[in-house]
C-alpha cells in the first residue's frame, strides 16, 4: 500500500488544522493507521492511532482532548482533526499502515509497515 499524506501547513497557536491521509491499492480496511510526528532534533513519536474497523483508537497523553483520529475506508482515508493547535505540535507527521488482524495499537513504529512521505506543521507563537 502506498500512503499520501496532506494538509500541513504554518498556523498560529490555538488554530486547527486537518491532515489527510489516503491509501492506495485494495482492502483498506485490514490496516490499522496511525500518525507520529517528528520534531527537529526528536525522535520520532506516536501521535494517535485508530484501528481497522474504527472502533478503537488510542492518543498520547500530550493531545489528548485536541486531535481526533477518523477514518472512511470507503474512501481509503484516514484523517487527523488537530484544534489548540500549540508550538509544541510542530513537526512533520507521518501517517502508517499496519497490516494486522489485530485491533490493537501499540505506540511504536516497529509495528507499522506502510508510511507516507510526511506533511509538516508548524505552529507558531
Known amino acids: 500500500v502506498q500512503l499520501q499524506a496532506y494538509g500541513g501547513g504554518l498556523v498560529q497557536a490555538g488554530d486547527s488544522l486537518r491532515l489527510s491521509c489516503v491509501a492506495s491499492?485494495?482492502?483498506?480496511?485490514?490496516?490499522?493507521m496511525g500518525w507520529f510526528r517528528q520534531a527537529p532534533g526528536k525522535e520520532r513519536e506516536f501521535v494517535v492511532g485508530i484501528s481497522r474497523s474504527g472502533g478503537t483508537t488510542s492518543y498520547v497523553d500530550s493531545v489528548k482532548g485536541r486531535f481526533t483520529i477518523s477514518r472512511d475506508n470507503a474512501k481509503n482515508t484516514v484523517y487527523l482533526q488537530m484544534n489548540s493547535l500549540k508550538p509544541e505540535d510542530t513537526a512533520v507527521y507521518y501517517c502508517?499502515?499496519?497490516?494486522?488482524?489485530?485491533?490493537?495499537?501499540?505506540?511504536?513504529?516497529?509495528?507499522?509497515?506502510?508510511w507516507g512521505q510526511g506533511t509538516q506543521v508548524t505552529v507558531s507563537s
Open positions: 502508517a499502515a499496519d497490516m494486522t488482524y489485530s485491533e490493537r495499537l501499540p505506540p511504536y513504529d516497529i509495528t507499522y509497515n506502510y
Open positions: 491499492g485494495r482492502a483498506f480496511n485490514r490496516y490499522n
